[in-house]
């Protein structure tokens, strides 16, 4: 999982294995019972704890947008997709969850 990407698969995204990391240690951080799914109420206090202003509306609107099968919790699945997808975006919600 290192080195450089091939002329040929330019056209793929390419995850690094810290990228993988990051993202696995987000999720952990943010699982505080470790259950393997990351409630909203964890989520809200991961994300308070590290940013005092943002609002409930904020906090509800990215937990929409990473709980893709709208079970009202995220799986680590769900976690890793979302940032692949949106990778800037995600990578800053997971940043402010590691403390
Ligand atoms: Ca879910």
Known sequence: MSGKVPADKKEDVYYS???????FDGFMKADTNK???ITFDE????????????TDKE?????KFLDYDKSKGVT???WILAAMEYDAQVKNYQNALVI
Do not use: A, M, P, Y
């Not at 294995?17 to 993202?23: Q, S, T």
């Not at 989520?43 to 943002?54: P, Q, V």
């Not at 906090?59 to 937990?63: Q, R, S, V």
């Open 17 to 23: 294995r810290g990228w993988i990391e990051d993202c």
């Open 35 to 37: 259950s393997w799914i």
């Open 43 to 54: 989520f809200k206090t991961g994300l308070k704890k590290k940013n005092k202003d943002i």
């Open 59 to 63: 906090i509800e609107e990215i937990f």
């Open 76 to 78: 680590l699945n769900e």
